[in-house]
């Protein structure tokens, strides 16, 4: 039996607000809803996934999804929540940032599906670059009044911000471009939904009140609460910036890590938002999490599934090594094991020394290493390293040091690692060259 799609949004705590009549439309037919990407980037990143999973159930529900890129979209910029405009995209950046967008998206819809109802992605450009302005504004801008734009909460909020510096007439346009694409969905596609974050409410809005008025037709909007977390801070962001599905702009393991340090009391909320797992399944983790939190299940649940189904196995096995590096008691096999660029996420921010091979090769033991050659980073005298040696706290590429006086006979991780570690928490990263 196929899901309901909006009772399984509502469980999950999916839906802000909808127009009536989905449920009846839904249950009629199958159904194509769509939502829309800004494509100003060659890759999604993770606040994209709410509204990428919002297709994926409805797409399980036997409906059939549609990604539209906002390519000429993109080329304008969008008034909701934003505080500038965008930068203005060329066509061949626009083509490749779609194409990698679509390769992410695979992860999660199914475009060869054997029914109906496989996904598809369309980019709004295709059908914008032919409009003249003044075609546009014939056929499209006369239907809706300024006295309706006007009243569109994004625009009412740009409009009166003491920090903003104004809406050109480019963005207050984006509303109809928007309405427009829903249209054309509507008439070449029968798309009868739209859906997307609340912030859109305005936008989506827009093309329903122009298909009703310009093809007597009906169609809906379903929106998500925007994800703020528990303290207050912007969903999806870091100190280092967004979260981003590429593997080049967020290292799996970072991706990972994400997942594993949400709070507590965010993880409830992420877990029905982010995962495919079943309410039977969701509260059964939540009553194992609650009667242990410190083992954080529901963390390592989604940070599992979201790794595997964004990355690979592969992936999310690097990472659990990589982990264990840090925070547990690993082995000189382990590091062996992870690649560069693991390596490199891993130990981002510790301290890094560069040195040569010939002067590794001449010095004569592991104090004179861990001191003078690393430039005293490490130990700033060989008196210090000798005593933290003799004390049993330190390690050379996870394998303690008990002799001061050992020969440096060091196997480089990578062919151009070492890594030293001083105590339980204190690492030192050392690139031989």
């Known amino acids: 039996m196929q899901k309901n799609f909006i009772e399984e949004l509502q469980w999950r705590g999916m839906i802000h607000d909808m127009m009536p009549g989905i449920e009846k439309q839904l249950a009629k037919e199958m159904s194509s809803a769509y939502v829309g990407i800004d494509p100003t980037a060659d890759s999604l990143h993770i606040g994209h996934l709410v509204g990428v999973m ?18 000429a979209t993109g080329m304008i910029g969008d008034p909701s929540g934003k505080s500038q405009e965008r930068n ?13 967008i679509k390769a992410q998206i695979k992860n999660f819809l199914d475009f060869d599906a054997k029914e109906d109802n496989s996904a598809e992605l369309v ?17 499209v801008g006369k239907h809706i009044t300024v006295n309706y734009m006007m009243a569109k909460d994004s625009v009412k909020k740009r409009l009166s911000s003491e920090s903003s510096e104004g809406m050109s007439f480019t963005e207050f346009t984006y509303q109809l471009v928007q309405g427009y694409d829903f249209l054309h969905l509507f008439r070449k596609k029968n798309c009868k939904l739209q859906m997307g974050g609340s912030d859109q409410w305005g936008n989506i809005t827009t093309g329903t009140e122009m298909i009703r008025k310009m093809d007597q037709g009906e169609a809906f909007a379903v ?9 207050g801070s912007k969903f999806g ?11 080049k702009k967020t290292s799996p393991y970072k991706f990972y890590q994400f997942w594993l340090n949400a709070s507590d009391e965010d993880m409830s909320n992420f877990i029905r938002i982010f995962s495919t797992k079943g309410k039977a399944e969701i509260e059964a983790l939540e009553k194992e999490h609650n009667e242990a939190p410190h083992l954080r299940v529901l963390q390592k649940a989604l940070a599992e599934e979201l790794t595997v189904r964004v990355h690979s196995q592969e992936a999310l096995d690097m990472a659990l ?14 590091l062996q094991s992870i690649d560069e660029d693991t390596l490199l996420s891993v130990f981002e921010g510790v301290p890094q ?19 003078e050659l690393t430039q005293g980073i490490i130990f700033p005298s060989k008196g210090e390293a000798k005593k933290m040696i003799k004390g049993g706290g330190v390690s050379i590429n996870k394998e303690k040091v008990l002799d001061a006086n050992a020969p440096v006979e060091i196997s480089l991780l990578q062919g151009k690692y070492i890594l030293a570690q001083k105590g339980k928490k204190n690492y030192y990263l050392v690139t031989v060259s």
């Open 54 to 71: 919002m297709l994926k159930h409805f797409q399980d529900a036997g409906h059939k999804p549609i990604i539209l890129l906002g390519g």
């Open 88 to 100: 203005l995209l060329d066509e061949p950046t626009l083509r490749h940032n779609e194409a990698s």
């Open 123 to 139: 980019n709004n450009y295709d059908w914008m670059k032919d409009f003249s302005f003044l075609g546009f504004i014939r056929d």
């Open 223 to 231: 929106t998500c609460p925007l994800i703020k977390k528990a303290d």
């Open 237 to 247: 962001k870091t100190e280092t910036g967004n979260i981003w599905l590429d593997p």
């Open 321 to 334: 090594k990589a982990s264990s590096i840090l925070f547990g008691k690993s082995t000189t096999e382990e």
């Open 353 to 371: 020394v560069n040195i040569t091979k010939s002067d590794l090769d001449k010095t004569e033991n592991v104090t004179d290493f861990l001191s």
